[in-house]
């Protein structure tokens, strides 16, 4: 149960004052409906409001002095009401929208000097403040500087200040969890003064994640999740599991001989399995380095122990790759294989759900309709998770927790560096996969302007294998010149007629599902996609991956994309067609060039863009934490990470008074996973 002390911050934001469901509303959608979600959601610049008795600049926020002198009342609501008076410049115009006289006359008095503060525009020679920003009478009751907050469309950037305020006004006092000779020594604050602080920027540079505040929160952040993964750690360890002894009654024949990283990193699963101590074990390899071979070599120790294996993959589209392949492969040893999406409903579904729980599907291959309620097992013994985006502590637990002691493991689709892998899987033992099998051919990736693109058609008419194109974009948009895969599809198609395919993530899955039938048999030679053909799909006779707009991908997407040819013998080409190319983007894209290492690309990531591109799989990727920010913080993560050894060393149920302050930290960072483990052992 959670400390009493955080109810406050664990409240209910309607629980503020002045926050109707109208506020409520976008608040929700901006950062999220606690009140601690409000004070994670932090600045993200300062604007300064200098004071002018000369013309200030034009479109900067300015603070001068105003004198009304004539209100011009519009004919209709649909015109604005205007407000014209003297500054110290010359004639200006106050602009209101939706404004009734009664209110504009209270506000500005005539003859009366006042203190106005908005961002000063000229309109046909005439200067104008659409609504200005702040109207007093005294110009110190105007800030200098005012923090601005991320926004959306309705939310209103007076109204965070307003309630991040009467948040701290009634913030509870928490106990310090942290050494205050530490604290000391590197000049950091209390948690309370270091969060204001973060709320309170005077200029940008207090912004920097190097500030003594954001320092100290960074810390506590990193302390939280290494204590976590430590806990859960400390529990799989000696956590029974289910033993799966290696017997060889089921011996897959396979058409190609393993790597030796792939023996090794067997042999590592193998021994796991066939202790009586839970597994939990991260599979990390490169593109097409073969992590779904060993993982269903692992899945075949499993079911000759008469344990039942549930495979959970990231999409509708490489679930069903899977379960294609693995049926195929597993055909000569007579053992059952399903297939559980959303797309399976009604009586299928019903039917497959019965015979998984009575047993008779020894594996059972799915999206994340395997972690939903009513999907139950008679005898789970491993849990494969394929993943394409990141798994927090607690999402990884729920396929696990289908049934107890069951042996866990997790293959990354894209490479992660140490330092990221520490902080995410630190709960997990590690085997890296760090060669392709033999008889794969290097990709030549070439960059270049999308300029040379009728030149790129014309190569694609004389290519004599298939072909993927990707596009960034699913339709055209007016707000951006940026090509959409239905536009460069119907392009194709005049061209290139029936043997152009298309597919994107809007598309019905059974839609999807005929169209990546049709190239994989070859019936269509060029895929048109977005990048729902980023992970895992594997058509050997695809050599040339043409990828438009490659300066709007993040290095991870890209190297994903460029894994999908390459893995046969043919020679294969991966072009980057780039439109405008910024400093960073030229960077990525020569980097991309000159390696198809993807744990360089992961480390070279990590230091141009931050841990978000890295945790994420999308463009915009994903920020795995709150407040601390990777690589800025990494030398506060290995610091983090000595500490939660120490700490858990002396005081492994956390039970001593700073343990029980820790326990605080911990929940305040949501890491609960850690706290029920501790309560539960």
Not at 209 to 230: G, H, I, S, V
Not at 338 to 364: D, F, H, P, W
Not at 420 to 435: C, H, K, P, R
Request: glycine residues 6%; charged residues 25%.
């Amino acid at each position: 149960m959670r400390p009493e002390i955080l109810n406050p911050l664990f409240c209910d934001i309607t629980s503020l004052k002045g926050v109707g469901d109208k506020t409520a509303h976008w608040l929700n959608l901006l950062c999220g409906r606690r009140v601690l979600d409000l004070l994670w959601h932090l600045p993200s610049s300062v604007r300064m409001r200098p004071i002018y008795e000369t013309q200030p600049p034009l479109g900067q926020c300015a603070t001068f002095q105003f004198t009304p002198k004539k209100y011009l009342v519009p004919p209709t609501r649909r015109i604005p009401f205007r407000v014209q008076g003297e500054t110290p410049f010359g004639t200006l115009v106050l602009v209101f929208f939706h404004s009734h006289m009664k209110e504009i006359e209270i506000r500005f008095p005539l003859d009366k000097t006042l203190w106005i503060s908005g961002t000063l525009q000229n309109k046909n020679g005439t200067f104008i403040v659409i609504h200005p920003d702040y109207v007093r009478e005294k110009q110190q009751d105007i800030p200098t500087h005012e923090v601005i907050y991320p926004l959306m469309k309705g939310a209103q950037n007076t109204v965070l200040i307003k309630l991040i305020q009467g948040v701290f006004s009634n913030f509870p006092t928490l106990p310090e969890w942290q050494n205050e000779k530490f604290l000391a020594v590197n000049n950091w604050p209390d948690f309370k003064s270091a969060l204001f602080k973060l709320h309170r920027p005077e200029n940008d540079s207090d912004l920097s994640p190097l500030t003594p505040p954001r320092m100290r929160l960074a810390f506590d952040e990193l302390l939280a999740n290494q204590l976590a993964l430590m806990i859960v750690r400390q529990k799989n360890r000696v956590q029974a599991g289910i033993a799966c002894p290696p017997k060889n009654t089921l011996k897959l024949s396979l058409p190609f001989a393993l790597t030796t990283a792939q023996e090794k990193v067997l042999s590592e699963i193998s021994t796991d399995l066939a202790s009586p101590i839970r597994m939990s074990r991260l599979l990390q390899g490169d593109v097409g380095s073969g992590k779904t071979i060993v993982a269903l070599l692992a899945a075949l120790q499993v079911i000759e122990n008469n344990y039942q294996v549930a495979f959970m993959a990231p999409t509708d589209i490489l679930a069903r790759q899977h379960f294609q392949k693995i049926s195929k492969l597993l055909e000569p040893l007579n053992i059952r294989v399903g297939l559980l999406t959303a797309r399976e409903k009604g009586k299928r579904r019903e039917a497959l759900l019965k015979s998984l729980a009575l047993g008779e599907i020894s594996l059972i291959i799915g999206t994340h309709a395997l972690i939903e309620e009513g999907v139950q097992f008679k005898n789970l013994g491993l849990a494969i998770i394929d993943e394409q985006h990141r798994f927090g502590v607690n999402q990884r637990l729920k396929l696990a927790q289908k049934q107890p002691k069951v042996n866990t493991l997790v293959m990354s689709a894209t490479p992660i560096p140490r330092s990221l892998a520490m902080t995410l899987y630190g709960d997990m033992e590690v085997s890296v996969l760090n060669e392709k099998p033999a008889g794969r051919t290097p990709i030549q990736t070439k960059v270049l302007s999308t300029k040379k693109i009728p030149a790129v058609i014309q190569k694609l008419q004389n290519w004599p294998n298939q072909a993927y194109w990707v596009c960034p974009l699913v339709d055209e948009s007016e707000k951006s010149d940026l090509m959409a895969v239905k536009e460069r599809f119907k392009e194709l198609q005049q061209v290139f007629g029936n043997a152009v395919g298309l597919v994107h993530g809007k598309m019905k899955g059974d839609e999807k599902e005929a169209v990546m039938a049709d190239f994989v048999s070859g019936k269509t030679r060029i895929l048109v996609s977005t990048t729902v053909i980023e992970v895992g799909v594997d058509v050997p006779n695809a050599s040339l991956m043409i990828i438009e707009h490659a300066e709007r991908f993040g290095l991870a997407t890209l190297h994903q994309l460029r894994g999908r040819v390459g893995r046969g013998t043919l020679n294969s080409v991966c072009l980057l067609l780039y439109d405008k190319l910024s400093a960073n983007a030229k960077q990525r894209l020569e980097l991309l060039r000159d390696t198809e290492d993807g744990f360089k690309i992961a480390e070279a990531d990590l230091q141009m863009r931050g841990a978000g591109e890295i945790l994420g799989w999308r463009q915009s990727g994903l920020q795995d934490f709150k407040i601390a920010h990777l690589p800025e913080h990494t030398d506060l993560l290995k610091y983090a990470t000595q500490e939660a050894k120490e700490i858990l060393k002396s005081d492994p149920t956390l039970s001593t008074s700073r343990g029980q302050a820790l326990r605080t930290l911990l929940y305040l960072f949501e890491k609960d996973s850690a706290i029920h483990t501790l309560k539960a052992g």
